[in-house]
C-alpha cells in the first residue's frame, strides 16, 4: 500500500515556474514507477510525465517536453515535477501516482495540487 500526498501547487503568471511535490508513504516506493497527470476543468484526465523505478529514464507528453522535469529521491520518498515556462494551458488539478512495473494501470493517487497559470 503506498499513500501519496502533493504539494507546492499555487497560482503563477505565465512564464513563470512551480515546483511539485509528491511525499510517498509506505513501504518499497524504489520499486514503483513514479507518474503526474492534470485535469483540466471541463476536461478529462491527461498524462504529464512518467519516471521509471530503477534507472532514472523519463518520458513526457508532447506538451510539456522541454518545459517540465520529473524527478525523484527514494532515499526520501519523494518525486518531484519541475515546471518551467509555465502557460495558461497548463492550469489544471496535478497528480501524483505509482504503480508496479509493467502495469498499465496506476494503482495509486494522490490527491491532487491545484495548478492555476494566469495570462
Known amino acids: 500500500q503506498v499513500q501519496l500526498v502533493e504539494s507546492g501547487g499555487g497560482l503563477v503568471q505565465a512564464g513563470g515556474s512551480l515546483r511539485l511535490s509528491c511525499a510517498a508513504s509506505?513501504?518499497?516506493?524504489?520499486?514503483?514507477?513514479m507518474g503526474w497527470f492534470r485535469q483540466a476543468p471541463g476536461k478529462e484526465r491527461e498524462f504529464v510525465a512518467v519516471i521509471s523505478w530503477n534507472d532514472g529514464s523519463t518520458y513526457y507528453a508532447d506538451a510539456v517536453k522541454g518545459r517540465f522535469t520529473i524527478s525523484r529521491d527514494n532515499t526520501k520518498n519523494m518525486n518531484y515535477l519541475q515546471m518551467n515556462s509555465l502557460k495558461p494551458e497548463d492550469t489544471g488539478v496535478y497528480y501524483c501516482?505509482?504503480?508496479?512495473?509493467?502495469?498499465?494501470?496506476?494503482?495509486?493517487w494522490g490527491q491532487g495540487t491545484q495548478v492555476t497559470v494566469s495570462s
Open positions: 509506505g513501504r518499497l516506493f524504489s520499486t514503483y514507477v
Open positions: 501516482a505509482a504503480k508496479r512495473p509493467g502495469k498499465v494501470k496506476y494503482d495509486y
